[in-house]
């Protein structure tokens, strides 16, 4: 079985700890559901976790890894939207609060948002795509 090379191992850990945490604690992901399709939030949550989860073990295994990989990206250009909104919440949650720690969560989740075209990158790499 041939590894996968440490950024893609990385992307794939990345996946399986979001996973979990998708299927453990929905409730943390919810409110960045976009409002048209808040009806099926705790739904998508766990659909998205799955999702998660099957990317990671796809890019491990190398027979799935270009289709993991595909899929991976797919996925993280998918979820953009749903990240620069948890931005836009704790930016507004740190205006209100006006504390040092609601304005670190903040600029995390700001750091984060550029993290996701290199990631795409990785995941396009690991499908032989780039």
């Known amino acids: 079985m041939t590894r996968p090379d440490p ?24 409110p960045i559901v976009p409002a ?18 099957a990317c990671a073990a796809g890019l491990l295994i190398p027979a799935t890894r270009p289709v993991a990989g595909l899929t991976s990206a797919a996925l993280l250009v998918a979820v953009l939207p749903a990240n620069v909104q948890m931005s836009i919440d704790h930016g507004r949650r740190a205006r209100r609060r006006r504390t040092p720690q609601a304005w670190a969560v903040f600029a995390g989740t700001l750091a984060r948002l550029p993290l996701q075209r ?5 995941a396009l790499r690991a499908a032989g795509k780039e």
């Open 7 to 30: 950024p893609t191992a990385a992307l794939a850990g990345i996946f399986a700890v979001s996973g979990v945490i998708h299927l453990v604690r929905p409730q943390v992901f919810e």
């Open 36 to 53: 048209p399709l808040r009806d099926h939030d705790r739904a998508l949550v766990h659909v998205s976790g799955v999702a998660e989860l």
């Open 118 to 122: 290199p990631l795409v990158r990785i």
